[in-house]
Structures are given as C-alpha cells and as structure tokens.
Nanobody
Framework: QVQLVESGGGLVQAGGSLRLSCAAS????????FAWYRQAPGNERELVAT???????DYADSVKGRFTVSRDNTKNTVYLQMNSLKPEDTAVYYC????????????WGQGTQVTVSS
C-alpha cells in the first residue's frame, strides 16, 4: 500500500500564492507519475497538472503560466506552486500517484482545501 499526505492548502486573497505538497510513503513505485486534480462544489474533478517520472509536465489551460508542478524523487514528493490565484481556483485539490508500468495502479490523497477570496 501507498499512503499520500497532502499539505499546504488554505485561504488566500486573489493574486496571492500557495504551495501544495504531497508526500508518498509505504510501497512506493520505482517509476511513477504524479498529478494534481481539483474539484469545486457542483463540478466534476478536473486535471490541473501532471509531472512524469522524468520531469516532463502538462498543465490545464486554465492554470498555465500561473501554476508550476515539480517533484523531488528522493523524497517521493510532488509540489504545486500556485501563483496569481483567482477566486475560480477555489476547490479541493487532490494528489494522484500512479505506477508508470504494468500492472498500473494509482492512489489518491485525502484532498486539501484551497479558498481564494476576491
């Protein structure tokens, strides 16, 4: 089993910044991908950013240029630096940890609330 512990959420004013962290522990994978998702009330969960084992990244159009995903493979930890936050970024943010080889397996963090006030 893999455990994911998220931290870093909170309340911030529009234009501010937050940094989320997600640490994986337990039976972690030798090759893995991390992703951040978010879900606002009444909305479906959406993919925010992905970072692969080698460091390549993808972002949702809505966060490009404002959010940066990074990882520390020595700590099995992924980060999401969120700058220029907007009220529409308000959501519960979830970390996703995926094994990058067969059989594919994924785990989810417990979620952390990010609230951006106008």
């Amino acid at each position: 089993q893999v455990q994911l512990v998220e931290s870093g959420g909170g309340l911030v004013q529009a234009g501010g910044s937050l940094r989320l962290s997600c640490a994986a522990s337990g039976r972690t994978f030798s090759v893995s991908n991390f992703a951040w998702y978010r879900q606002a009330p009444g909305n479906e969960r959406e993919l925010v950013a992905t970072i692969r084992n080698g460091g390549s990244t993808d972002y949702a159009d809505s966060v490009k240029g404002r959010f940066t995903v990074s990882r520390d493979n020595t700590k099995n930890t992924v980060y999401l630096q969120m700058n220029s936050l907007k009220p529409e970024d308000t959501a519960v943010y979830y970390c996703n940890y995926m094994k990058a080889y067969f059989p594919y397996t994924e785990y989810w963090g417990q979620g952390t609330q990010v609230t951006v006030s106008s």
